[in-house]
């Protein structure tokens, strides 16, 4: 089913041919979540570049014969407007790291990976490297908040290298894959995709985290955690520094197929608060909101979701907490419709519970977990104009649970998945990759 | 170059960057007073002394954070100068209007004679009835509340 590109270097100019076909789209092969945590699109769900904040990206190619060429957006925490976009250049086998922290000049991109180039807004231009890094301060959008945000990669292009005499060793000259992505422009160039990107990030305090910088204090705090990883989003026409966003023409997947595969309508995640000495902070990614601003002011959203549910880019959800006892200030399940005492609005694309507030007695507890619930429904359409719905919110949820200056993880939230229905009939697992019963898809298997 | 605090603390110092220097002209508060306001409080903070430090943050901070977080947080910058010295460089500085000012600072830490950048930072300042006070930024320790 995937295909096959062949890149013939001769001289300094490329060749390109193609060999094999992508198969017809259907529903089995929609975008969804990667089980095993690799896929066309990587979704770092949150970034910190406060002072003392370091957020460390890592994108990893895991294919050992293909080169793959992915494109970088980073986005704003409140409206979701893109700060900053560049390709990254992966030999096989190939990692790309990036940091996002606060330099002279605030919220910057800093890398010495010569896998990255400048971008439209780089203003930089060659190979990062350790004589050459790439310190690129993110663009301030209107009134975007850009030292928090989330961060999408998306497989561009893949292909194998090769030469006279078969195909390049490792590590693959980032110059000839640059020259093959270039060199690449008819629609079957991008046929398929290989699914071999996974990525993790690693968010650290309390000390300068970059290079030039010896020693690691002993109050640091450092945490890792896996990015949400996408399958068989298929980008399908050529990336350029235009705008690239969920749901664009140049992919095989409508927005309302990637909120579909994200939608959840339960969220559960554990907290720490009041005499706790433990501090706990819920994030809430919902990268497919995609606010659209006209002249810095809200102008609506290209997300179907937040379009039918949400009021001024805002969508209620209902919260319960619970101690370690099974109570709670109020008593039984969250009833539907949820009752006004126990609503609430996100507002941003990526938006916060916080618990570290000390007012909150009236409804949480020392310790416990919490409960949130989102009820509404979502009708739109694929990219083949197939109906539609789902219900639930397309969200990436995780927990930061820290002692300031001690320690700190992340756990990703627990979940239901939201229902979803493609014409009249509910689809099972829409969420995650269809399979057969009783068997992987093939890429999941060595 | 002003030198806050001697003995047992670390010491700090305030410089001021490149901006000044290109612009040839020393630099000059639009308050004078809020010198000494930013001055304690570094000391403050980075020393460790979180209930001298919580109390010149806005108030509005002072009601709504819990201490014991606040108290771990600044905690958690202790150490960074190696028992040597601490600089902060202002780098920039925004004047809002006559009542809120941010800077862009540089805080290094001395261990020997050999200085360390420890991290940048947006430090941004707030005139309420009179009294200069600091507008804690950490959207993960302490959200919304800038």
């Known amino acids: ?446 | 170059m002003s030198i806050i605090k001697k003995g047992d603390l670390a010491p700090v110092y305030v410089t001021y960057g490149d901006m000044i220097t290109k612009e040839g002209s020393s630099f000059i508060l639009p308050d004078e007073t809020l010198e000494g306001f930013f001055e304690s409080y570094w000391s403050y903070r980075l020393n460790g002394l979180a209930e001298k430090a919580f109390l010149l943050e806005v108030p509005y901070f002072q009601e709504c954070v819990r201490f014991t977080i606040y108290e771990n947080f600044i905690n958690s910058h202790v150490g960074l100068s190696g028992k040597g010295a601490f600089r902060i460089e202002i780098n920039d500085v925004n004047v809002l209007n006559e009542n809120l000012i941010s800077f862009q600072i540089g805080v290094f830490g001395k261990v020997n004679k050999s200085e360390h950048l420890r991290f940048y930072a947006e430090d941004r300042w707030v005139k309420v009835r009179g009294k200069w006070f600091h507008i804690l930024i950490d959207p993960i320790f302490f959200p919304k509340l800038d």
């Open chain 1, 1 to 446: 089913m995937k295909k096959f590109v062949g890149i013939m270097i001769m001289l300094l100019g490329a060749i390109m041919f193609v060999a094999g076909s992508a198969s017809a789209f259907d529903m089995d092969e929609h975008v969804s979540q990667a089980a095993n945590g690799k896929g066309d699109v990587v979704i770092f769900p949150n970034y910190v570049a406060v002072g003392g904040w370091d957020t460390k990206l890592v994108v990893t190619n895991t294919s050992f014969t293909h080169s793959v060429v992915a494109k970088v957006v980073v986005r704003g925490a409140k409206w979701s407007q893109e700060l900053l976009d560049f390709f990254i250049y992966l030999s096989p086998a190939d990692v790309w790291v990036g940091h996002l922290n606060w330099g002279p000049n605030g919220p910057r991109m800093w890398s010495v990976d010569g896998s990255c180039r400048g971008g439209s807004r780089a203003g930089f231009s060659g190979w990062a490297s350790e004589s050459n890094p790439w310190n690129c301060t993110l663009s301030q959008v209107c009134t975007d908040v850009i030292s928090l945000g989330y961060v999408e990669v998306f497989e561009a292009w893949n292909g194998i290298i090769v030469d006279s005499s078969g195909p390049v060793a490792r590590p693959v000259p980032k110059p000839l894959i640059k020259a093959a992505y270039d060199a690449a422009t008819s629609s079957t160039d991008f046929e398929g995709v290989i699914n071999s990107l996974t990525g993790h990030y690693e968010i650290s305090f309390g000390h300068y985290p970059v290079a030039g910088v010896s020693g690691i204090p002993a109050t640091s705090m450092f945490a890792a955690d896996r990015a949400t990883v996408l399958r068989n989003y298929n980008i399908t026409d050529k990336l350029t520094f235009v705008e690239t966003f969920f749901g664009g023409l140049n992919s095989r997947n409508s927005l309302c197929e990637v909120e579909a595969a994200l939608s959840k309508n339960g969220l559960q995640m554990p907290y720490y608060a009041l005499e706790n000495p433990l501090s706990t902070l819920h994030l809430f990614n919902f990268p497919t909101k995609l606010t659209v601003l006209a002249d810095c002011l809200f102008d609506g959203v290209r997300s179907p979701y937040f379009a039918q549910n949400g009021e001024y880019g805002c969508i209620e959800y209902g919260a319960k907490f619970i101690d370690l006892e099974e109570n709670s200030t109020t008593t039984g399940e969250l009833p539907s419709p949820i009752p006004e005492e126990e609503k609430d609005v996100f507002c941003w694309e990526l938006d916060f519970i916080d618990f570290a507030l000390a007012k909150m007695a009236d409804y949480v507890y020392d310790e416990g977990w919490a409960h949130y619930q989102f009820e509404e429904t979502t009708s739109c359409l694929s990219r083949a104009d197939g109906s539609i719905g789902y219900d639930g919110v397309p969200v990436i949820a995780k927990s930061i649970i820290m002692k300031p200056g001690k320690f700190m993880s992340i756990i990703p939230a627990a979940f239901s998945d939201g229902k979803v229905e493609y014409g009249a009939v509910e689809i099972i697992d829409y969420q995650w990759e269809y399979a057969a019963p009783g068997k992987l898809p093939t890429d999941y298997q060595d």
